[in-house]
């Protein structure tokens, strides 16, 4: 992964594009903006704009700010920064639903410039529609484009891409990433994230990009008010029934389709004369983008939902948010779920519920008092933090590491990351090809005649067999059970076959290029360093094979105690084999 972003980041340090121009029309579109800009708003406002108007490289910038926290006004800045130099410019998002609120507040910032054409493309558009907009993209009749990953297809033909704006890109699947990440070699990308994510990892992860952290909330933002308890249908009634009193709406949140229905019935009986709707992401298109209007100007006061609500929409009046099932979603989840509501100056309240806590994982109760403890505004960094805590950091790097990081911090743990990423050469295995190894022992086990009867194709199952180790390791652990799954246990000379194939796929993978065996001596050629080599022998179990190994030079010899019969002899080379095999993941193969 280090190695791509490397790539891509040399990449677009090489690519060149004029400096936008500075012009007195966007210090009038930025006195526009009806509110106080706090102190970080100020500074990545300037940030970004540095990045168009005084680099000749492409911007790669993540705003990373918290729910509500304004990072949509630094994107129209700097969208407005390119339209009016004649490009056109993109906004991506996850949903349909966000991508018609940025679709409205932009078209309602840009209305007083009638000479910049906003267009959204969404699957609630009729086919003539799409193409008609499909085409202006084309020509260049559209100014500013808004969508979900639609817009990264095929058939979507930009005439003058500037810009590309992403908001909440960690919600895109790593295809579409992919996509992003071509465009960013040539156009300016910024990012937008409240999923917060403590920026050295952010860094680490997203690939030295520059970010600018919006920490401070607007001056009237007051923190949510979190309570987390079991469910009761009488706690329910009297939070809706506060929300309503007080002339609110209520966001009530489950994990599952199928639920929502039942919770329908149950607050029609005691909300009669309430306005109650459901919102999925199954419905029809229509009809859910009416629904999210209606719920949007106050005609529905209690929507029903899933987390299709989950990230951006910008609803002020709602500030009462239920989620049910708690324990079923994940903790950047549950914080933007609940960073719907306390948009405005009212104290908002958000209820955690579930169904009881002895049906509840370990993993799943620190996740609620994670939250719990996380009430203050901004605080989304630090609940990341104590997300990579629960759920440990281990599989990233390789089984060694799982758990450690909590002990050294991640600033210093990133600090560690890259100051081994210096070393990489000192560390790295690489692997020979399956064909090339030889195996120079003289074995080949004849399978007794019953067994060849009872396979119902003994050929081709050999032959997969050997397909199955070219592959990898995985495919001929997975062949192997399946053989046994549906013939039983193998006789003692199908058993040494197999490890035959074991011993050259695990050679391959540890760089070994042929195995021999002189006398009481062993000798494996092998290009990996000596470095390499210790770090492996260090991890291996057995003291036995450890104690028997010697490097030297380009090959890895062992000295056995008393000349072994063949099928002994491979199997020691394939226990030994085994245990180096198992210490890969704790160094670099790439």
């Known amino acids: ?59 790669d910038r993540l705003i990373c700010g918290d729910v509500g926290f304004g990072k949509t006004e630094v994107a129209l800045r700097a969208i407005f920064c390119v339209v009016s130099a004649g490009k056109q410019a993109m906004v991506l998002a996850p949903t349909i639903v966000l991508a018609k609120q940025h679709f409205d507040v932009i078209s309602d910032r840009f209305s007083k410039y009638p000479s910049i054409k906003v267009g959204l493309l969404s699957r609630f558009q009729g086919k003539a529609e799409k ?62 994230s409240a999923t917060p994510i403590p920026r050295t990892l952010y860094l680490a992860l997203t690939g030295f990009r520059d970010a600018s952290l919006i920490s401070t909330p607007p001056p009237e933002r007051v923190p949510i008010k979190t309570h987390l308890s079991a469910f009761g249908k009488e706690k329910v009634i009297a939070a809706i029934r506060y929300e309503l009193d007080r002339g609110g709406q209520v966001f009530y949140v489950l994990p599952l389709i199928k639920g929502l229905e039942e919770v329908m019935d149950f607050l029609k009986q005691s909300f009669p004369d309430v306005d109650i709707a459901i919102a999925h992401g199954k419905q029809y298109s229509k009809q859910l983008e009416e629904t999210m209007e209606k719920f949007a100007q106050g005609e529905i006061k209690i929507l029903i939902c899933t987390n299709i609500v989950e990230s951006g929409l910008d609803i002020q009046n709602a500030n009462t948010i239920i989620i049910q099932d708690v324990q079923q979603f994940g903790l950047a989840q549950l914080y933007q779920l609940r960073g719907r509501v306390g948009r405005a100056d009212r104290e908002a309240y958000a209820y955690l519920l579930y169904p009881d806590k002895s049906l509840l994982s370990d993993q799943a109760l620190e996740r609620l008092a994670a939250l719990e403890e996380c009430r203050e505004l901004g605080q989304g960094f630090q609940l990341a933090e104590r997300d990579m805590g629960i759920r440990g950091f281990g599989t990233i790097f390789g089984e060694q590491q799982t758990g450690d990081v909590g002990n050294v911090g991640i600033d210093l743990f990133f600090e560690m990351l890259f100051e081994s990423l210096s070393k990489v050469e000192e560390h790295r295995v690489v692997s020979v090809p399956y064909q090339s190894v030889e195996i120079d022992i003289n074995i080949n086990p004849h399978l007794p005649s019953e067994y060849i009867n009872y396979l119902e194709n003994p050929i081709k199952i050999i032959n997969d067999a050997e397909k199955a180790a070219e592959k990898d390791i995985w495919s001929l652990m997975q062949f192997t059970e399946n053989l046994r799954r549906q013939y039983g246990k193998e006789p003692y000379s199908m058993e040494i076959l197999l490890k035959k194939l074991y011993v050259r796929r695990m050679a391959a993978d540890l760089g070994i290029s042929r195995i021999y065996a002189s006398g009481k001596m062993v000798g494996m050629e092998t290009s990996m360093s000596k470095r390499v080599f210790k770090l492996m022998t260090d991890s291996m179990i057995s003291d036995v094979h450890r104690n028997s190994l010697i490097f030297d030079g380009d090959q890895i010899r062992a000295e056995l105690l008393l000349e072994l019969p063949r099928e002994q002899l491979l199997n020691w080379i394939f226990q030994c084999l085994a245990e180096l095999h198992a210490s890969l993941p704790a160094l670099i193969k790439y």
Do not use: C, W
Request: hydrophobic residues 35%.
């Open 1 to 59: 992964m280090v190695v791509d972003l490397m790539e891509l980041y040399l990449h677009r340090l090489k690519q060149k594009r004029p400096p936008y121009p500075r012009s007195p029309a966007m210090a009038e579109f930025a006195s526009q903006f009806p509110y106080e800009p706090t102190p970080d708003q100020k500074q990545a406002f300037i940030d970004v704009e540095k990045d168009l108007t005084d680099q000749e490289t492409p911007m």
């Open 131 to 192: 193409e008609e907009h499909l085409n202006m993209i084309k020509k260049g009749d559209l100014d500013i484009i808004v969508g979900t990953h639609s817009l990264l297809g095929n058939r979507v033909v930009y005439n003058n891409l500037g810009l590309l704006v992403v908001d909440e890109e960690q919600r895109f699947g790593v295809k579409q990433k992919e996509k992003i990440a071509s465009f960013k070699t040539s156009v300016d990308v910024l990012t937008l």
